[in-house]
C-alpha cells in the first residue's frame, strides 16, 4: 500500500505536510509530492485532507 494523492483535487493547503511526523510530505507550490521511503501508512494525512485528496491504493508492481 502506498499513499497517493489526486492532483485534481488537492488545494495545496499543506494540511497534510503538517500532520505528518515522518516528514514525508513536501508542498512546493503546487507540487505535492509523497515519499513512500519514508511514510509509514498511519493514514493520518488521508484523514486531515480536507479535499479528499489522498488516498491508498496498491503499489504499482514495476
Ligand atoms: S500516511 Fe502518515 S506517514 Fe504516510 S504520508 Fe500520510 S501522514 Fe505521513
Ligand atoms: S491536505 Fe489534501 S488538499 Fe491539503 S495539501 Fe494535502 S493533499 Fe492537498
Known amino acids: 500500500m ?8 488537492c488545494c495545496y493547503c499543506g494540511g497534510c505536510v503538517s500532520i505528518c511526523k515522518y ?10 509530492t509523497i515519499d513512500n521511503n519514508k511514510c509509514i501508512e498511519c493514514n493520518l494525512c488521508v484523514e486531515v485532507c480536507p479535499a479528499g ?3 491508498t491504493a496498491e503499489k504499482e508492481e514495476i
Do not use: H
Not at 502506498?2 to 483535487?9: F, G, I, Q, S
Not at 516528514?23 to 505535492?32: F, G, H, R, S
Open 2 to 9: 502506498a499513499v497517493n494523492v489526486d492532483v485534481n483535487k
Open 23 to 32: 516528514d514525508a510530505i513536501t508542498l512546493k507550490e503546487t507540487v505535492l
Open 53 to 55: 485528496a489522498l488516498f
